[in-house]
């Protein structure tokens, strides 16, 4: 474990807020989960960390994270439970195939140029962006 601040962790101190160590904890568990858990998932991760850190401070480091568009919750799959992704530099994007719900990671989504005439145009400022796209993966696309 590094003790240098990770950015996100940078950005809640930015942002007002005491680095806690609940916080600090889920924020770690997130990021050494590669970027997509289910709130399952982070509480088994903490509380292999930590078992004082309870519940309910796990959910509040949750949404104060999402507040913070450093994860938004996510309904990738099947599952009734969201799924919380990183998003890294404020964004996060998928395609997912709506046949075998293969999510496939992209980075380049040239949203930039919106985003900054969204900003001028609506007077809003914004910290981040989850993009999805539905369709059939290769595989699927092959198959039928
Ligand atoms: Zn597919
Ligand atoms: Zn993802
Ligand atoms: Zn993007």
Redesign the pocket.
């Known amino acids: 474990m590094s003790e240098a601040l990770s950015t996100r962790a940078r950005r809640l101190l930015d942002a007002g807020h005491k680095l806690t160590h609940a916080r600090l904890t889920v924020l770690r568990v997130l990021e050494d989960g590669g970027?997509?858990m289910t709130s399952a998932e982070v509480l088994d991760g903490v509380s292999r960390l930590d078992t004082a850190i309870g519940r309910a401070s796990v959910f509040r480091a949750l949404d104060l994270l999402t507040e913070l568009s450093i994860i938004r919750p996510t309904y990738i799959g099947t599952s009734m439970t969201p799924t919380y992704?990183l998003l890294p530099d404020g964004h996060?994007?998928?395609i997912i195939c709506t046949h075998c719900h293969r999510?496939i990671?992209f980075e380049d989504c040239g949203l930039e140029q919106i985003s900054a005439e969204l900003e001028a145009r609506l007077h809003v400022k914004l910290s981040g962006h989850l993009l999805e796209f539905y369709g059939l993966c290769e595989a699927c696309l092959k198959a039928s």
């Open positions: 970027g997509h992704v996060h994007h998928h999510v990671e």
